[in-house]
């Protein structure tokens, strides 16, 4: 069964350092989307990508943040300068589409890459 | 977006059925109410998706009355697998498809 992968499932950086957390998503699939979840707490939209560009985000991607398809398998988040609370766990998902079918708008997500701030 | 309210844990003991009831209040004419589930340092993963009326898939049902202003998700005869945080989405597929996930309801089941 296709699924979503992500890497590195862990990342410890200190801040003011730049990160870069890689996403493949399954591979028909023509929407990707970030999310993050600070431990013990829900799940938080960041943003949707579409047709190389952001379809939508949220108040939380601000500058710091940017997202990259650069190669059309790989789709990348970045945080230019982390700060402390950018530690949480950061997730990757996608979908076939956006439209108003339920097999084509569920979400897949991946495994996560969790991401420390020292 | 509409919000979401939904209880924040319960209890139940293996081969029980579980209902978790959500209400939207302010659900527009074209959202759909989806259910993911998500153990722990895992991402969510999608369970059942609905309009209007029942829906029943291989592992859950989804009962949407006709005022859809709330929904209950139905899981049978639950195993102790099924421990995790159960989360109501309402989403307007038109806007990108971006997802507001709610507090969730952590089920614990219990031998």
């Known amino acids: 069964e296709p699924e979503v992968t992500q890497t590195p499932s862990h990342q410890v950086t200190q801040m003011g350092q730049e990160v870069i957390l890689r996403c493949v998503p399954i591979?028909?699939?023509?929407?990707f989307y970030w999310y993050r979840q600070i431990l013990g707490q829900k799940v938080e939209f960041l943003v949707s990508?579409?047709?190389?560009?952001?379809?939508?985000k949220s108040e939380i991607f601000d500058d710091q943040f940017s997202v990259e398809r650069p190669d059309g398998s790989n789709f990348t988040l970045k945080i230019r300068s982390t700060k402390l609370e950018d530690s949480a766990m950061y997730f990757c998902?996608?979908?076939?589409?956006?439209?108003?079918?339920?097999?084509?708008?569920?979400?897949?997500f991946g495994p996560g890459t969790r991401l420390t701030v020292l | 977006l509409a919000k979401t309210t939904q209880p924040i844990s319960m209890d139940s003991y293996e081969g029980q059925e579980v209902n978790i009831t959500c209400s939207h209040n302010?659900?527009?004419?074209?959202?759909?109410i989806t259910w993911y589930q998500q153990f722990p340092s895992q991402g969510p993963r999608f369970i059942i998706q609905?309009?209007?009326t029942k829906v029943t898939n291989e592992v859950a049902s989804l009962f949407i009355p006709a005022d859809r202003k709330s929904s209950t998700l139905s899981l049978p005869r639950v195993s102790l697998s099924d421990t995790a945080v159960y989360y109501c989405?309402?989403?307007?597929?038109?806007?990108?498809?971006?997802?507001?996930f709610g507090q969730g309801t952590e089920l614990s089941v219990k031998p």
């Open positions: 990508f579409y047709n190389n560009e952001i379809s939508e």
């Open positions: 591979s028909n699939h023509l929407y």
């Open positions: 609905g309009y209007k």
């Open positions: 998902a996608s979908s076939e589409a956006s439209g108003t079918y339920s097999a084509e708008n569920e979400q897949f």
């Open positions: 989405l309402v989403g307007d597929y038109n806007q990108g498809g971006k997802l507001i």
């Open positions: 302010n659900i527009a004419t074209n959202d759909y």
